[in-house]
Antibody, heavy 121, light 106 residues
Framework: EVQLVESGGGLVQPGGSLRLSCAASGFTFSRYWMHWVRQIPGKGLVWVSRISSDGSNIIYADSVKGRFTISRDNAKNTLYLQVSSLRADDTALYYC??????????????WGQGTLVTVSS | DIQMTQSPSTLSASVGDRVTITCRASQSINYWLAWYQQKPGKAPKTLIYKASTLESGVPSRFSGSGSGTEFTLTISNLQPDDFATYYCQQYSSYFSFGPGTKVDVK
């Protein structure tokens, strides 16, 4: 069974940083591209970033470019999102998600339960 | 950037109804579109990808269609478990979601 378990969220002051983690199990993590998606409570879904299976291909949403860094450790089956220079509008539930893979453009098939980041003084 | 819109924003329906949600892209995305279902307090669940391919385990009362810029999600014979918010997402160029359609009880 595919499992994605996020952690690392919490309350942080504006301008602060956090490192979010996503522990993956139930599949061969090193073969899959991975995403981060966020959601302000009560609002819609917003895609944040994606990383290739080997970490060499990375893209970000414009709203987080230069402030957030996605990475992975395939030996530890873990995906990361370093979130820095945080602003109030970064407050959201951050979901880790697996990309289904295959030929052509692909997108998410499995989602974690999310970790909440609250940016407030 | 590709913008996604959905209509309606809220849909009131009864068990057994056939419901249709429309999703439009600001430019052609071929058939690189997915649909997700989300219930309050839960993570999204993938229903459909490539506009019309049903995710494994998703009931056959869900179906998707469309290509280019206009897409639909249809739920035939609405069940109590289907009351939720539905999001479309394009993945033709980067990724972007529609604002969601809430299906609630009439």
């Amino acid at each position: 069974e595919v499992q994605l378990v996020e952690s690392g969220g919490g309350l942080v002051q504006p301008g602060g940083s956090l490192r979010l983690s996503c522990a993956a199990s139930g599949f061969t993590f090193s073969r899959y591209w991975m995403h981060w998606v966020r959601q302000i409570p009560g609002k819609g879904l917003v895609w944040v970033s994606r990383i290739s299976s080997d970490g060499s291909n990375i893209i970000y949403a414009d709203s987080v470019k230069g402030r957030f860094t996605i990475s992975r450790d395939n030996a530890k089956n873990t995906l990361y999102l370093q979130v820095s220079s945080l602003r109030a509008d970064d407050t959201a539930l951050y979901y880790c998600a697996r990309d289904r893979g295959g030929t052509g453009p692909t997108t998410v098939d499995y989602w974690g339960q999310g970790t909440l980041v609250t940016v407030s003084s | 950037d590709i913008q996604m819109t959905q209509s309606p924003s809220t849909l009131s329906a009864s068990v057994g109804d056939r419901v249709t949600i429309t999703c439009r892209a600001s430019q052609s995305i071929n058939y690189w579109l997915a649909w997700y279902q989300q219930k309050p307090g839960k993570a999204p669940k993938t229903l459909i990808y490539k506009a019309s391919t049903l995710e494994s385990g998703v009931p056959s009362r869900f179906s998707g269609s469309g290509s280019g810029t206009e897409f639909t999600l249809t739920i035939s014979n609405l069940q109590p478990d289907d009351f939720a918010t539905y999001y479309c997402q394009q993945y033709s160029s980067y990724f972007s979601f529609g604002p969601g359609t809430k299906v609630d009880v009439k």
